[in-house]
T-cell receptor, first 113, second 113 residues
Framework: NAGVMQNPRHLVRRRGQEARLRCSPMKGHSHVYWYRQLPEEGLKFMVY????????ESGMPKERFSAEFPKEGPSILRIQQVVRGDSAAYFC???????????FGPGTRLTVL | LAKTTQPISMDSYEGQEVNITCSHNNIATNDYITWYQQFPSQGPRFIIQ???TKVTNEVASLFIPADRKSSTLSLPRVSLSDTAVYYC??????????????FGTGTQLKVEL
């Protein structure tokens, strides 16, 4: 059973470009969470999605950030018009149900030049 | 969400038992205690979870006193490969509400020969 997959593992963007981060949850998992980790800090919750629905986006910045988890395909975290402060590691986690353990992917390291 | 406090760093030697204590004075009735391990450039890895008393699995034990205001992660006979950051999390698990994990800065464990 493959774990949580994320791609790309590393992403470099220039200021003003768009970044798209993908997450494929573990097989059978329909709950997906996105977290951001700045250097030397712990992970910060961003958004929680269940197939086709955003359940909790209380940790998402109000502008430029969006997330989706379509019926088919991976979950996408989209950052429009990136700025240097968006440089961080973005982790996706998935769980079987809302109350089950979350399993994390390897992360995408975004660098904004 | 209950706030957690844990030591910033700990040092140990191979073969020793390591105990990392986490304080969570305002833990709520619905909260579970979960520990994750994170290596550099990787996503957090689930170690163990508990609600009260003692939980043991193949890699660690978790001790939770009756008042649940603290918990101790015990790693038996550590090796160099156990060098990592260990996070203590306290989460409110509500059916249908997801589990918005809150990571602190964790405890950096360094194991030496």
């Amino acid at each position: 059973n493959a774990g949580v997959m994320q791609n790309p593992r590393h992403l470099v963007r220039r200021r003003g470009q768009e970044a798209r981060l993908r997450c494929s949850p573990m097989k059978g998992h329909s709950h997906v969470y996105w977290y951001r980790q700045l250097p030397e800090e712990g992970l910060k919750f961003m958004v929680y999605l269940q197939k086709e629905n955003i359940i909790d986006e209380s940790g998402m910045p109000k502008e430029r950030f969006s997330a989706e988890f379509p019926k088919e395909g991976p979950s996408i975290l989209r950052i429009q018009q990136v700025v240097r402060g968006d440089s961080a590691a973005y982790f996706c986690a998935s769980s079987l149900t809302a109350t089950d353990t979350q399993y994390f992917g390897p992360g995408t390291r975004l660098t904004v030049l | 969400l209950a706030k957690t406090t844990q030591p910033i760093s700990m040092d140990s030697y191979e073969g020793q038992e390591v105990n990392i204590t986490c304080s969570h004075n305002n833990i709520a009735t619905n909260d579970y205690i979960t520990w994750y391990q994170q290596f550099p450039s990787q996503g957090p890895r689930f170690i163990i979870q508990g609600y009260k008393t003692k939980v043991t699995n193949e890699v660690a034990s978790l001790f939770i006193p009756a008042d649940r205001k603290s918990s101790t992660l015990s790693l038996p006979r550590v090796s160099l490969s156990d060098t990592a950051v260990y996070y203590c999390l306290v989460g409110d698990i509500l059916t249908g509400g997801g589990n918005k994990l809150t990571f602190g800065t964790g405890t950096q464990l360094k194991v030496e020969l």
